[in-house]
Each structure stands twice: as structure tokens, then as C-alpha cells.
């Protein structure tokens, strides 16, 4: 079983919004920090949010006020909420459970007109 699938990429046009989701299968989901990082072609995966297990958020500059990481520990997912997005968010976005630590297989966002 695949420790973290994410879903809900997919091509927007800039100003549009899109939620991923991370389902989680593995152990330890509740008590671990998560995260979700993005990877654009020529560049290093960044980190875009983090979310610990008490719920405390942290973001990357470039998506503040835009980007909102939230969990549901009940049932084991993860919520990337992006509004307002921008051609610059177009990449790969991987959600990440520190306590493993796992890696999901990807889903691509693509922001263009």
C-alpha cells in the first residue's frame, strides 16, 4: 500500500484556485509534522507549507496569503488550499510525512492562460 497518494492537480488558468489532497496509509500520520513540496522543471524541490501535528502552519514567502495547509487527523489526509495562483506556481507538488518519512508520488499543477 502506497504510504501518500495526492490528487486534485491539474491546469488553471492564473487567478484560479485548485485543493490537492493527500491521502495517508502508513504509521504515525497523527503525531507527524506534514509537509507539501513543489518541484519546477530546473529547480530544487522547495518547501511551500508545513503543518505540524497540532495544527501549527508555516509557509514559504512566495506563497503567504495565497496557500492555506490543513489536516484532518480522523481520516489521515492533508489539504493544500491555493488560491490566487500564478503562472510561477506551475510545478510538481509532493506531500511529505516527516514520520517515516514518506514521499507521495506527485500531481502536477499548471497555471497558464
Known amino acids: 500500500q502506497v504510504p501518500l497518494v495526492e490528487s486534485g492537480g491539474g491546469l488553471v488558468q492564473p487567478g484560479e484556485s485548485l485543493r490537492l489532497s493527500c491521502a495517508a496509509s502508513g504509521y504515525f500520520f497523527s503525531i507527524s509534522a506534514m509537509n507539501w513540496y513543489r518541484q519546477a522543471p530546473g529547480k530544487q524541490r522547495e518547501l511551500v507549507a508545513a503543518?505540524?501535528?497540532?495544527?501549527?502552519?508555516n509557509y514559504a514567502d512566495s506563497v503567504k496569503g495565497r496557500f492555506t495547509i490543513s489536516r484532518d487527523n480522523a481520516k489521515k489526509m492533508v489539504h493544500l488550499q491555493m488560491n490566487m495562483l500564478k503562472p510561477e506556481d506551475t510545478a510538481v507538488y509532493f506531500c511529505?510525512?516527516?514520520?517515516?518519512?514518506?514521499w507521495g508520488q506527485g500531481t502536477q499543477v499548471t497555471v497558464s492562460s
Open positions: 503543518i505540524t501535528s497540532g495544527g501549527s502552519t
Open positions: 511529505h510525512q516527516v514520520s517515516g518519512p514518506y
